[in-house]
């Protein structure tokens, strides 16, 4: 091929590849030397373009890569497989941050849900959408498990193919672990493996045998770096057992203040363990029917036991070691100091020596009952769901009154909760709501319907309720998708004098939302249905 003259010209005065990029960025007219014209400059990159690839060397062929492994589940049902297609290429459509208006569901939002149910009933991921999956994965590390997992050896085989995907090998190093019965596998990967596919490990041999677990990190724990080790002592959470405490109280010895304190804290949550009497002793002590007496010092004893010597700014030192011997007492141990009361009742008691006391006893023992997953202590705790929020005998923090439903059995998870929405409203109720079991049935869905009704009655705005009509899409049972279809059509706007509507087009706009997105649940639900689509 054969250079025009301006093509030359433009070739000469732009000179290398990096002239021609800076003179594109900067602009032909002010770029020094670059002379000639935009459409010169076109010229002269077509002709360098060319004369780059042309002068490319043939290079040595690569190897094929391997087949990819054989994965045995099934692919879902073929209505199923079109859905996910569609879900993928929503959430590759959709503006991060863009803000979301109209009627029509958040196909990115359904992407988790559609990925959970198909989970459960042991699909892989059809071949085709397997980039889709990986890229959606890659964007959102939230889907990663579950996507993860969907996408099976297959996924592996294809990130390991593409360094966009290298996530996934990370993510999914336990994939590829050996068997924890073969203790010589495990053996050498425990040796010589990276953190993240030893981590993968411990966890499937915990998994499988708590003991061997122990058994496995004790061998390496002294050569082990203070943050690997703090690392993995988090991981013996999971199946937590008497079985553990020999080797949680030598942790207490540790020479990292962090493992240490995580040490101790798994012990307290051992209520038969030896820290927890030795707490209880302590806590007994300051404690008691005739009043409170906090610490004189933290001696030696109570910071091996994990108290930190030193509160946070704006904190008394004795009420803040108070509050940690109270939280790491077992809760079983109250009942004989205060005269046989059960938790209800020692929480009713007004405590001697002030209200501060009485709210310092209060959190320290939330923390206990969330700690020893005692549901006894938890509803004591939580109170009555009518009263108001300043009012709760353990605490009127939402987050931790949260954490402290967790402990409840389901049932009675739901029903306080809705009893709560009942009378206090959803504006307070976004962190309760989140500690609820999916999807969201019987009184504390019909209490959400009924509650969003009343704001719209009272004249507010849906976005003043967005993050509970957010988490109404994703959890409210399909079957209120009836009850709302009447709502939307109360909702219904009428024009104000100037011809504007008012808050009654926004809400009927956001319950066609939530309607269609309940239907939509709904049909994806059935579409994974193992059999014939219905």
Same mark, same amino acid.
């Given at each position: 091929?054969?250079?025009?003259?301006?093509?030359?010209?433009?070739?000469?005065?732009?000179?290398?590849?990096?002239?021609?990029?800076?003179?594109?960025?900067?602009?032909?007219?002010?770029?020094?030397?670059?002379?000639?014209?935009?459409?010169?400059?076109?010229?002269?990159?077509?002709?360098?373009?060319?004369?780059?690839?042309?002068?490319?060397?043939?290079?040595?062929?690569?190897?094929?890569?391997?087949?990819?492994?054989?994965?045995?589940?099934?692919?879902?049902?073929?209505?199923?497989?079109?859905?996910?297609?569609? $879900?993928?290429?929503?959430? =590759?459509? &959709? *503006?991060?941050?863009?803000? +979301?208006?109209? #009627? %029509?569901?958040?196909? @990115?939002? /359904? $992407?988790?849900?559609?990925? =959970?149910? &198909? *989970?459960?009933?042991?699909? +892989?991921?059809? #071949? %085709?959408?397997?980039? @889709?999956? /990986?890229?959606?994965?890659?964007?959102?590390?939230?889907?990663?498990?579950?996507?993860?997992?969907? #996408?099976?050896?297959?996924?592996?085989? /294809?990130?390991?193919?593409?360094?966009?995907?290298?996530?996934?090998?990370?993510?999914?190093?336990?994939?590829?672990?050996?068997?924890?019965?073969?203790?010589?596998?495990?053996?050498?990967?425990?040796?010589?493996?990276?953190?993240?596919?030893?981590?993968?490990?411990?966890?499937?041999?915990?998994?499988?045998?708590?003991?061997?677990?122990?058994?496995?990190?004790?061998?390496?724990?002294?050569?082990?770096?203070?943050?690997?080790?703090?690392?993995?002592?988090?991981?013996?959470?999971?199946?937590?057992?008497?079985?553990?405490?020999?080797?949680?109280?030598?942790?207490?010895?540790?020479?990292?203040?962090?493992?240490?304190?995580?040490?101790?804290?798994?012990?307290?949550?051992?209520?038969?363990?030896?820290?927890?009497?030795?707490?209880?002793?302590?806590?007994?002590?300051?404690?008691?029917?005739?009043?409170?007496?906090?610490?004189?010092?933290?001696?030696?004893?109570?910071?091996?036991?994990?108290?930190?010597?030193?509160?946070?700014?704006?904190?008394?030192?004795?009420?803040?070691?108070?509050?940690?011997?109270?939280?790491?007492?077992?809760?079983?141990?109250?009942?004989?100091?205060?005269?046989?009361?059960?938790?209800?009742?020692?929480?009713?008691?007004?405590?001697?020596?002030?209200?501060?006391?009485?709210?310092?006893?209060?959190?320290?023992?939330?923390?206990?009952?969330?700690?020893?997953?005692?549901?006894?202590?938890?509803?004591?705790?939580?109170?009555?769901?009518?009263?108001?929020?300043?009012?709760?005998?353990?605490?009127?923090?939402?987050?931790?009154?949260?954490?402290?439903?967790?402990?409840?059995?389901?049932?009675?998870?739901?029903?306080?909760?809705?009893?709560?929405?009942?009378?206090?409203?959803?504006?307070?109720?976004?962190?309760?709501?989140?500690?609820?079991?999916?999807?969201?049935?019987?009184?504390?869905?019909?209490?959400?319907?009924?509650?969003?009704?009343?704001?719209?009655?009272?004249?507010?705005?849906?976005?003043?309720?967005?993050?509970?009509?957010?988490?109404?899409?994703?959890?409210?049972?399909?079957?209120?998708?009836?009850?709302?279809?009447?709502?939307?059509?109360?909702?219904?706007?009428?024009?104000?004098?100037?011809?504007?509507?008012?808050?009654?087009?926004?809400?009927?706009?956001?319950?066609?939302?939530?309607?269609?997105?309940?239907?939509?649940?709904?049909?994806?639900?059935?579409?994974?249905?193992?059999?014939?689509?219905?």
């Amino acid at each position: 091929m054969t250079a025009t003259a301006g093509e030359e010209r433009s070739g000469e005065a732009c000179g290398d590849w990096g002239e021609l990029v800076g003179a594109a960025l900067l602009g032909t007219g002010r770029r020094r030397g670059s002379g000639g014209s935009p459409r010169e400059l076109l010229d002269a990159a077509a002709v360098h373009t060319l004369r780059r690839r042309a002068g490319l060397r043939p290079a040595e062929a690569a190897p094929r890569p391997r087949p990819a492994p054989a994965d045995p589940r099934p692919e879902p049902p073929e209505p199923a497989r079109r859905r996910l297609a569609q $879900l993928l290429a929503g959430r =590759a459509g &959709a *503006g991060a941050g863009s803000g +979301r208006r109209g #009627a %029509a569901p958040d196909l @990115a939002e /359904l $992407l988790p849900q559609w990925l =959970a149910v &198909a *989970g459960r009933h042991g699909y +892989r991921a059809p #071949a %085709a959408l397997l980039p @889709a999956l /990986l890229d959606a994965a890659r964007a959102r590390s939230d889907l990663r498990p579950q996507a993860l997992a969907l #996408a099976g050896p297959r996924g592996m085989w /294809l990130a390991g193919l593409n360094p966009d995907w290298r996530f996934a090998l990370r993510a999914g190093a336990a994939g590829g672990l050996p068997d924890p019965e073969d203790t010589a596998a495990v053996r050498q990967l425990w040796q010589e493996g990276l953190f993240a596919e030893r981590a993968g490990l411990l966890g499937a041999v915990r998994a499988r045998d708590p003991a061997a677990a122990v058994r496995l990190l004790s061998s390496t724990w002294a050569t082990e770096r203070a943050e690997d080790r703090l690392m993995f002592l988090d991981s013996l959470r999971t199946g937590l057992s008497a079985g553990d405490e020999p080797f949680l109280e030598a942790a207490l010895d540790d020479r990292s203040r962090n493992v240490r304190a995580t040490a101790a804290e798994l012990l307290s949550a051992l209520p038969q363990s030896a820290l927890a009497r030795r707490m209880a002793r302590r806590a007994l002590a300051c404690v008691g029917p005739d009043g409170v007496a906090p610490p004189a010092d933290c001696d030696a004893g109570m910071l091996r036991d994990g108290v930190a010597e030193r509160p946070p700014a704006g904190r008394g030192e004795r009420s803040w070691w108070l509050g940690q011997l109270v939280e790491a007492a077992p809760l079983s141990c109250w009942r004989d100091r205060f005269g046989g009361l059960d938790a209800a009742a020692i929480v009713a008691l007004p405590m001697p020596g002030g209200e501060s006391w009485a709210e310092e006893l209060h959190a320290a023992w939330c923390r206990a009952a969330v700690r020893q997953r005692d549901p006894e202590w938890a509803a004591a705790l939580l109170g009555s769901p009518a009263a108001p929020t300043a009012t709760a005998p353990g605490t009127a923090s939402l987050a931790e009154r949260a954490r402290l439903l967790s402990v409840l059995p389901e049932g009675e998870r739901a029903g306080w909760v809705a009893r709560f929405i009942g009378a206090h409203g959803l504006s307070e109720a976004f962190q309760l709501l989140g500690a609820c079991v999916v999807p969201w049935a019987g009184p504390l869905g019909r209490a959400v319907v009924d509650a969003l009704d009343t704001a719209r009655e009272a004249g507010g705005y849906p976005w003043s309720f967005s993050g509970v009509m957010g988490l109404a899409e994703r959890c409210l049972d399909p079957a209120e998708a009836g009850r709302l279809e009447a709502l939307t059509a109360a909702a219904q706007p009428e024009a104000d004098a100037c011809g504007t509507a008012g808050a009654g087009a926004y809400w009927a706009e956001a319950f066609q939302r939530l309607t269609a997105t309940l239907r939509l649940r709904a049909a994806m639900a059935a579409e994974l249905a193992p059999g014939p689509a219905v």
